[in-house]
């Protein structure tokens, strides 16, 4: 299956710094990737949809001056977490959709530990 | 309202025995319908896809879901379950409303937590 590339793995920064996660499709390229945020035992969810030389589509509740998603090739996107809080600590994974295809595939997951 | 429900929140089975794993979903129109795997602390791995076809789809690992139209279904089966098999299984369908193209949202399952007792 297709590869999703997400750099850092994990990322422990000081509380009001910010924090850049890349989601990279290793071998295909991707013009929507999907941004998620996990809870420990508990489902996605969708933060945000990233299509390539856009704007990214947020989710409701998703504040996106926090969440700033850029994604400026047909290979990366990034998510930065602008002013981290501990609230903030969490499971990100991202996922990206082939061009012709129909499924997603996702990246490893970044856990981002704020302190 | 498209939605998926996994009604399962936990499912125990023993090793070498079959293993179902269930997944409803309300969508409009023909659904897409995906199952993902979740191991501790990692991303998810595409299993399996239904998108048109036969109705029983084989997968990775030996997994395998069967479309049930008229029961808005898609199972996840294992006729022999391991030990390594233990771990978190999402089920998710394409949100039909999505811009068509690019915007491939999943709508998904809470997750059913699959253990496998040695």
């Known amino acids: 299956g297709a590869v999703v590339s997400q750099h850092p793995s994990r990322v422990i920064c000081k509380s009001g710094t910010s924090v850049k996660i890349e989601c990279r499709s290793l071998?295909?390229?991707?013009?929507?990737m999907f941004w998620y945020r996990q809870f420990p035992k508990q489902s996605l969810m969708l933060m945000a949809t990233s299509n390539e030389g856009s704007k990214a589509t947020y989710e409701q509740g998703v504040e996106k001056d926090k969440f700033l998603i850029n994604h400026a090739s047909l290979t990366l996107s990034t998510l930065t977490v602008t002013s981290a809080h501990p609230e903030d600590s969490s499971f990100y994974i991202c996922s990206a959709g082939t061009i012709s295809g129909n499924t997603i595939y996702f990246g490893e997951g970044s856990w981002l530990t704020v302190v | 309202a498209q939605s998926v429900a996994q009604p399962e929140d936990q499912v125990n089975v023993a090793e070498g025995n079959p293993l179902t794993v269930k997944c409803t979903y309300s969508?409009?129109?023909?659904?897409?319908l995906f199952w993902y795997v979740q191991y501790p602390n990692r991303g998810l791995q595409f299993l399996l896809k239904?998108?048109?076809?036969d109705n029983l789809v084989k997968g990775s690992y030996g997994f395998e879901a069967e479309f049930n139209k008229s029961q808005t279904s898609f199972h996840l089966k294992k006729p022999s379950a391991l030990v390594s098999d233990s771990a978190l299984y999402f089920c998710?369908?394409?949100?039909?409303?999505?811009?068509?193209?690019?915007?491939?949202?999943?709508?998904w399952g809470l997750g059913t937590s699959l253990a496998v007792n040695p």
């Open positions: 969508v409009s129109g023909n659904p897409y």
């Open positions: 998710a369908v394409r949100d039909m409303t999505s811009n068509a193209g690019n915007n491939r949202k999943l709508i």
């Open positions: 239904y998108i048109t076809g």
């Open positions: 071998d295909f390229q991707a013009t929507t």
